[in-house]
């Protein structure tokens, strides 16, 4: 098969210059998607809101709010500042996630556990320790005055999708 042996190709060629290779279901790479995505959306628009590093995102010492914690409060709703915002938004993806995979009928128990909001919390949060110096690809588009950023890409594509 001509496809398996441009993935062999691609796979000898990565660990030739020392990267790990591993292959990974369809179901792996939707969830791996999706964790992505919630950390883009949470990290790159109240990075660039607020002119600062990742690592500051959680600088303020809050403990982690429950699930219930970040539905309701309108002044926190628009207050992008305020630390329980990073969480609202990561509920909001794991919302629009569980809700896709409901919707398609399409995944495992382990993926709809993968995409709660406490296990995208977990995602996100060590995502923003790993990368706590760097500057979002969006806050360096805003420094460079390049507009628009990608936000309709990350957040519109999660409104887009909560709202079908």
Not at 85 to 105: G, H, M, P, T
């Amino acid at each position: 098969n001509h496809s398996d042996s441009i993935q062999n190709a691609l796979e000898n060629a990565w660990e030739a210059a020392g990267l790990k290779v591993s292959t990974m279901s369809s179901e792996q790479m939707y969830i791996m998607n999706w964790k992505k995505l919630a950390a883009n959306c949470a990290i790159n628009p109240l990075t660039a809101l607020r002119d600062c590093t990742n690592g500051n995102l959680l600088s303020r010492r809050i403990e982690r709010p429950r699930y219930e914690d970040t539905i309701g409060n309108v002044a926190v709703a628009i207050d992008y500042q305020h630390p329980l915002f990073l969480y609202k938004i990561i509920r909001e993806v794991s919302d629009v996630a569980l809700a896709e995979i409901e919707a398609n009928n399409c995944m495992s128990k382990e993926a709809r556990k993968s995409l709660s909001y406490t296990a995208l919390a977990d995602f996100v949060e060590n995502v923003i320790r790993q990368t706590s110096r760097n500057k979002s690809s969006m806050l360096q588009d805003v420094i460079a005055n390049r507009y628009p950023t990608e936000i309709m890409y990350l957040n519109g594509y999660v409104s887009r999708i909560g709202r079908e």
